[in-house]
């Protein structure tokens, strides 16, 4: 808990646009001491784009950020990065070398580069990621961009945190329908094929056009770029197509769908954590008694209001942007 002079100090310093202001209040929100915070500057956020990108271990991703962040720069725009890391599964300790691809943008006062381990979150994200692309829109930052951790097809998070979702492939992967498979698939507004002098780039262009002929797009269609992210080739038309798809955000209105999408996550986030600290208390001390587990399940949640048989989800529905043809 942060007393009322501390939070006084350091909402000066935000407001002041101090780095280390903002460095310190996702410090307090990565520990579960940021709710004064975001209170105080909530109202403050909605101005900045936001863009997730995400994609399989390997494809270049912090390259692309890098090179996105250039080209944001080159605009006249700050920018705010989220690399979220991969942390172990024992310690929750992570790497965080994703700021190693980042190193020419550390000296730029107008790039504010933050490395955040997952500590076993799951869906590419670290549980204060939302807090932390919220406290970095609030600074004024112009443009948010969300790197995260890699895990293949449970990374739909991101497609509920960011305004514009980027899925970066690589050709030659060996896996590439395996990756563009239902899942990860329906949450892209633009395809990235990175690492485009591979000698197998255009057959996976191929496969992720085929891919898009079996869904239904609820109006807007991913565009699919090809880029080589070390040379910079193809992030101009990357850079373009993030603009084209804010501009349809925006004249459509359903900027204000994805806004409402980014609140919900944090919102269930934020319950969720409370309600699995509860959760695990309880285990801890509950005496199965000779119940089953989905009778001490029922047990547990009737104490959170929540009554009736649990039942197991079997539900595979696609995400809302887009769904498979002739099955949704």
Not at 123 to 142: H, I, K, P, Y
Not at 183 to 211: C, T, W, Y
Not at 237 to 265: M, Q, S, V
Not at 279 to 287: K, P, Q, T
Request: charged share 25%; no cysteine.
């Amino acid at each position: 808990m942060i007393n009322e002079s501390t939070l006084d100090a350091l909402l000066r310093d935000f407001e002041a646009k101090r780095p280390r202001a903002l460095a310190r209040a996702i410090s307090l929100s990565e520990s579960g001491h940021g709710a004064a915070l975001i209170r105080h500057l909530y109202a403050r956020t909605g101005r900045a784009m936001t863009i997730g990108l995400t994609g399989p271990p390997g494809v270049g991703k912090s390259t692309l950020s890098s090179a996105l962040v250039k080209k944001a720069r080159s605009l006249h725009k700050s920018v705010g990065v989220i690399s979220v890391d991969p942390s172990s599964p024992f310690s929750h300790g992570a790497l965080l070398g994703d700021r190693i691809r980042l190193t020419e943008h550390f000296t730029d006062p107008d790039v504010f580069i933050r490395s955040m381990a997952s500590r076993g979150h799951l869906g590419g994200l670290s549980g204060a990621t939302a807090d932390a692309v919220a406290l970095m829109d609030a600074f004024g930052l112009d443009v948010v961009l969300i790197e995260t951790v890699g895990v293949g097809q449970s990374e739909i998070e991101i497609a509920e945190l960011a305004q514009t979702t980027l899925v970066a492939l690589q050709p030659g992967s060996g896996d590439s329908i395996q990756v563009i498979k239902a899942g990860i698939m329906e949450i892209a507004d633009i395809f990235v094929v990175n690492k485009a002098d591979h000698p197998m780039a255009n057959q996976l262009r191929r496969e992720i056009r085929s891919m898009m002929e079996m869904l239904d797009f609820a109006g807007w269609v991913p565009e699919l770029v090809t880029t080589q992210a070390t040379t910079g080739e193809g992030i101009d038309a990357l850079w373009d197509a993030i603009e084209k798809h804010t501009a349809y955000l925006n004249e459509t209105g359903e900027i204000e769908t994805r806004r409402r999408e980014a609140f919900a996550h944090q919102v269930r986030q934020l319950a969720m954590g409370k309600l699995q600290k509860r959760l695990e208390h309880d285990l801890r001390v509950e005496s199965p008694g000779g119940l089953d587990p989905y009778a001490l399940a029922d047990r547990i949640l009737s104490r959170f209001g929540v009554h009736g048989e649990v039942e197991e989800d079997i539900s595979t529905a696609a995400h809302p942007r887009a769904s498979v043809k002739g099955l949704m």
